[in-house]
């Protein structure tokens, strides 16, 4: 390999082999708890702030899914990853302004992070030359504070309310609506905010039966989630290590 940035240290690799088993092992053990098939429980592991080598070391460890939150890291570190030859499923996770709709769609097989009506409508435009639709998932509010992000529940805000911004994802042959996606609030219990996004859950797929996926659950919080029905867990430092920013 020439790129040296994109060479993996054996102390690296043992690093993150190490991490990963005790992430699955906790994924497996929620798993038991809750009464679930393991198999129902994707691990996204989110890769932000560190770089490609380690997306290639945990792909060769059996890592087949990465979650980035910041397009313009993102962008350089798929490529940089594909052109390694090595393809996992890339999920963007981080609130996304509309003008980077287009730069997302280039390399993300799902959006998790679709929460007003007019991204979900640069989604479908900016996704017309791709070969496959769309996987996006509508984040969703739990505590009903719009300035953090998120389609509110029970809302019938035409910009914003989380049956709106489902249909906009639905109605376009671009997208496919998989399902709902949540971050815990600051100061909110896990439980009684994954117990809060379980009952949203649940009404939201009478309506849309094919919008199974519920991303939910991090490094502190997994079991919690997967105790409620996260069906994608994102973990990053448990992972990966502390990151050195806050983000
Ligand atoms: C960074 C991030 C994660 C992972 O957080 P950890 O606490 O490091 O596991 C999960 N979800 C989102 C949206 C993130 O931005």
């Not at 906790?26 to 490609?52: F, L, Q, W």
Request: with cysteine; hydrophobic share 45%.
């Amino acid at each position: 390999m020439t790129d040296s940035s994109a060479t993996v240290r054996p102390d690296r690799r043992a690093e993150l082999a190490a991490g990963l088993a005790q992430v699955r092992a906790r994924i497996a053990d929620a798993c038991a708890v809750a009464g679930r098939d393991r198999a129902e429980v994707t691990m996204i592991a989110v890769t932000k702030t560190y770089p490609a080598s380690d997306v290639l070391a945990l792909a060769g460890l059996g890592v087949t899914d990465v979650g980035e939150n910041r397009d313009q890291e993102a962008a350089g570190k798929a490529a940089e990853v594909s052109a390694a030859g090595v393809s996992p499923r890339w999920h963007f996770i981080g609130q996304l302004q509309r003008n980077k709709a287009r730069s997302v769609v280039r390399y993300a097989d799902v959006v998790h992070s679709v929460d007003s009506v007019r991204l979900a409508r640069a989604l479908a435009t900016a996704s017309a030359d791709r070969e496959r639709p769309l996987d996006a998932l509508v984040q969703v509010s739990i505590d009903g504070d719009p300035a953090r992000g998120g389609a509110l529940p029970g809302s019938a805000d035409p910009g914003v309310g989380l049956e709106p911004v489902a249909e906009a994802v639905a109605d376009s042959p671009m997208l496919r609506l998989a399902g709902l996606m949540a971050v815990a609030p600051l100061g909110w219990a896990p439980e009684r905010a994954f117990a809060r996004l379980a009952e949203v859950a649940e009404a939201f797929r009478l309506v849309h039966p094919g919008a199974v996926a519920l991303s939910a659950g991090m490094s502190g919080d997994l079991e919690i989630a997967i105790q409620y029905g996260a069906t994608h867990v994102r973990v990053g430092s448990a992972l990966l290590g502390m990151r050195p920013t806050l983000r």
